[in-house]
């Protein structure tokens, strides 16, 4: 009996650190809401305000992913899909029953910088709130101006499809804790205005690395390897810290066609994400992407990547000579020397692409699978999808031809395997 009841203190004590642990996690997930308000009138907007604000929402990319396929623009629906499920991006034009008409200033600012939605609720990170919690007070507050003058857009988002227990939405003040940073960065005095503004586009708005840092399992940016590369939607985003390393180091000028125009004739093309970042930045002014440029160019590491010497005793010379019949019929067109597009001069050649260099095949292979997507008359560069003309294994054969012909890097392994998992979606390797 005695023994027994030394225990109850104990229990007493567990009990207690459970109530409070419980009570600081609800603490940690309840949020209040902020009361609704009448949006601003157009003709109350200061219209310098609304005008930054556009440049704001360009290069924050804020279109590319609050609109679907062929939907209006700001009206969301766009399905992301992500290793926990599917997240639909929410309507963010002032209507002010779907979209965001019915938020004040002080709520948007809210959700920018912590993920709270204004009824309260905690916003998925695929909202890459982490990153534009870096943005100016005045880039939010140009943002809200420009968003509530859109056109209003009745529209509500389909329910998102997420795994047990991530759909429950609370769970994220944990994921919060460990992986939100809140606030502005303060300038680095060391350093000029042109860099810092970099810093804030690149770690802010722009949020690069979203795409360009490895994540962990559970979502969040492996902050000790940030812009080592990361893997997004299938395509390989190649790391940011090693553009000026060989075989192809990459200039400041090189670097500011391929953010305006998608385009560098020293490296290649965007074809995947990549893509509609580079038509969003192609209309943002010269000096932020040169700020973006600078800042990106100040954190290069020498040597990032491998320089590994090719090995012929470990090519697959079958495969090669395969591939080479292959690329002379359904490649040479476009990229064969002699070719009207090479001769064009403004061009890449395979023997500069950063794909074909790349560690693994996944955006050589991609490029194959997917192409470069049509962009009606305006199109700069357009390439056919072979994702129904190819399969695993001539895919594999090309790619090991390239490889072997425009690099002195050692052959990819296993690329039938890579093609046939890529095309099927998988991320991992
Ligand atoms: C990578 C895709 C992505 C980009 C880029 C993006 N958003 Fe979103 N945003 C989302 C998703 C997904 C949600 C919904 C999250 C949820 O439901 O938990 C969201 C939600 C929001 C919300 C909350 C709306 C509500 O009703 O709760 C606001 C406000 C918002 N985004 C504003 C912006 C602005 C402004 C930009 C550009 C600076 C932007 N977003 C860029 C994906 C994105
Ligand atoms: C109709 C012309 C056309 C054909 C055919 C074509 N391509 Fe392309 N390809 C392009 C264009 C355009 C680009 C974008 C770069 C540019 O504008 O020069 C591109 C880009 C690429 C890249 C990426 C270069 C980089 O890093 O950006 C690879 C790799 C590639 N093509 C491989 C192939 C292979 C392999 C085939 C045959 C299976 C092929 N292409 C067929 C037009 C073509
Ligand atoms: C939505 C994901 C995504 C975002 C956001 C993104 N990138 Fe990329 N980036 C990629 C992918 C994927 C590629 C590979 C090319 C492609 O998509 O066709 C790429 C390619 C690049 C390249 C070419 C690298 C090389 O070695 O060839 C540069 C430079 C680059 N991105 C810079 C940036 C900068 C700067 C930002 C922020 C303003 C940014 N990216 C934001 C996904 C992204």
């Known amino acids: 009996m005695k023994t027994r009841h030394r225990w109850i203190p104990l229990l007493v004590v567990a009990?207690?650190?459970?109530?409070?642990?419980?009570?600081?996690?609800?603490y940690l997930m309840?949020?209040?809401?902020?009361?609704?308000?009448?949006?601003?009138?157009?003709?109350?907007?200061?219209?310098?305000?609304?005008?930054?604000g556009a440049r704001v929402v360009a290069l924050g990319d804020c279109a590319v992913c609050h609109t679907a396929k062929g939907g209006k623009p700001?009206?969301?629906?766009?399905?992301?899909?992500?290793?926990?499920?599917?997240?639909?991006t929410t309507n963010i034009t002032p209507d002010p029953d779907t979209g965001i008409g019915t938020w004040s200033l002080e709520a948007f600012t809210r959700a920018m910088r912590r993920g709270i939605s204004r009824d309260g609720h905690q916003l998925y990170p695929a909202f890459p709130y982490v990153h534009y919690t870096r943005m100016s007070d005045n880039d939010?507050?140009?943002?809200?101006?420009f968003l509530m003058e859109r056109d209003p857009v009745s529209a509500k988002a389909p329910d998102n499809a997420l795994i047990f227990p991530l759909n429950f939405r609370p769970l994220v003040a944990f994921w919060n804790v460990l992986f939100l940073r809140e606030g502005p960065e303060a300038p680095d005095v060391s350093r000029d205005a042109t860099w810092n503004r970099g810093r804030e586009l690149v770690n802010g708005l722009g949020?690069?690395?979203?795409?360009?840092?490895?994540?962990?399992?559970?979502?969040?940016?492996?902050?000790?390897?940030?812009?080592?590369?990361?893997?997004?939607?299938?395509?390989?985003?190649?790391?940011?810290?090693?553009?000026?390393s060989p075989p192809n180091p990459w200039t400041k000028p090189q670097l500011m066609a391929y953010l305006r125009t998608g385009i560098s004739s020293h490296h290649g093309a965007a074809a995947g994400p990549m893509l509609p970042v580079t038509q969003e930045l192609g209309t943002a002014p010269q000096e932020d992407v040169d700020a973006i440029a600078t800042y990106l160019l100040s954190l290069q590491k020498p040597q990032a990547r491998d320089l590994a010497q090719s090995d012929p005793a470990g090519a697959d010379k079958a495969s090669i000579q395969r591939g080479a019949v292959l690329f002379s019929a359904a490649c040479a067109a476009c990229h064969g020397d002699k070719s009207p597009m090479q001769s064009l001069g403004e061009r890449p050649s395979l023997a500069t692409s950063t794909a074909v260099h790349a560690a693994t095949p996944r955006n050589t292979v991609q490029m194959m699978?997917?192409?470069?997507?049509?962009?009606?008359?305006q199109a700069l560069h357009y390439m056919p999808p072979f994702?129904?003309?190819?399969?695993?294994?001539q895919v594999a054969d090309i790619a090991n031809y390239l490889r072997a012909t425009y690099t002195n890097q050692p052959p990819w392994k296993d690329v039938v395997q890579a093609a046939a998992d890529i095309r099927k979606g998988d991320q991992s390797r």
């Open 15 to 26: 009990a207690l650190a459970g109530v409070v642990a419980a009570a600081f996690a609800v």
């Open 207 to 244: 949020h690069c690395a979203a795409c360009h840092t490895p994540l962990n399992p559970i979502g969040g940016e492996q902050w000790n390897k940030a812009f080592h590369g990361g893997v997004v939607d299938g395509w390989e985003a190649p790391p940011l810290n090693a553009l000026a």
């Open 30 to 52: 309840w949020e209040q809401a902020i009361a609704p308000t009448t949006p601003p009138s157009a003709s109350s907007s200061d219209r310098e305000l609304v005008r930054h």
């Open 74 to 88: 700001y009206a969301g629906g766009l399905a992301l899909a992500t290793p926990f499920g599917t997240i639909y």
């Open 140 to 145: 939010i507050a140009a943002a809200y101006a």
């Open 387 to 393: 994702a129904h003309t190819l399969n695993d294994r």
């Open 369 to 377: 699978l997917e192409g470069v997507p049509w962009q009606g008359e």
